[in-house]
């Protein structure tokens, strides 16, 4: 029988009260934190969106919410650890501001970099470049959903190959998402091309933790992934070196029509 780890990390959830698109009052992200602990989770990087159009989530902020519900947690003796973080999302000069940005890790070696849902922005792999040459290394926030790698899982390859790491959301890999992203889910963890998956848990129906499910889908896989995955997201949050498997090129699909 596959042993699955529990006391799960999650590096990907909107838990922060009034920040985002994520709980709104303190009750909504204790009653949250209830639900991580029920589904295994037992640390949390708290990753409120950041330089999209509609958020802007600088660390202080960040911070001072986390302690904020640390304090409450605490008080209500919720056993759910907390970590401020962000999800920022893809801009041409990210790297010029990158002294204001919060990292999975303390030290930002590693950044959950969100890109546009639609599409893949020819200017990503200069910011690649330089990012890596700071010594930040970008883990592209869910691949699977974005359209353009939907239709050219390709395109995460050669990021990858580049220097980037992947996380991918534990609900798509159990069809939350529908059949189309699943199917993308698969075929980029059999290539070797994420190696982390979170939950990007928000406030609302149909985008709860499924941390559980998204590990008993990774064992249902291979008896190693759910070992494999876990162990990388403690070195993430750690800062510590993920060590990459064999990569796969994948299938190309279709052609993809921005427009």
């Known amino acids: 029988m596959t042993l699955i780890p529990t006391n799960y990390i999650d590096l990907h959830c909107h838990l922060l009260p009034g920040l ?3 709980p709104q009052q303190l009750d909504e992200s204790v009653e949250m934190a209830q639900q991580a602990v029920a589904d295994g989770i037992r640390y949390i990087l708290a990753t409120p969106h950041h330089l999209d159009r509609h958020y802007q989530n600088a660390g202080p902020i960040v911070e001072h919410a986390v302690t904020e519900l640390q304090a409450e947690l605490r008080q209500r003796k919720i056993p759910l650890t907390v970590f401020a973080g962000q999800e920022v999302h893809l801009q041409d000069d990210l790297a010029a501001s990158r002294q204001h940005l919060l990292g999975i890790d303390a030290c930002c070696r ?3 970099l969100e890109l546009p849902h639609e599409f893949v922005p020819d200017y990503l792999d200069q910011v690649v470049f330089k990012l890596l040459q700071q010594g930040t290394i970008p883990v592209i926030a869910h691949p699977e959903r974005n359209a353009q790698i939907i ?7 050669d990021l990858v190959q580049r220097g980037c790491l992947a996380q991918l959301t534990a609900g798509s890999l159990v069809g939350r998402f529908g059949h189309r ?3 993308t889910s698969l075929e980029l963890i059999k290539c070797g091309l994420v190696q982390v998956i979170a939950t990007d848990a928000h406030f609302m129906v149909g985008r709860g933790f499924m941390m559980r499910a998204g590990y008993q889908a ?4 291979d008896d190693m992934y759910p070992t494999y995955f876990a162990e990388n997201a403690r070195q993430l949050l750690n800062g510590e070196s993920v060590a990459l498997g064999e990569t796969l090129r994948p299938n190309q699909r279709r052609k ?4």
Not at 151 to 157: F, G, H, N, T, V
Request: charged residues 20%; aromatic residues 20%.
């Open 110 to 112: 590693y950044l959950l």
């Open 218 to 221: 990774l064992a249902r896989l």
């Open 151 to 157: 239709a050219q899982p390709s395109r995460l390859y």
């Open 20 to 22: 985002d698109d994520g």
């Open 181 to 183: 992203i699943k199917s």
């Open 256 to 259: 993809f029509w921005l427009f």
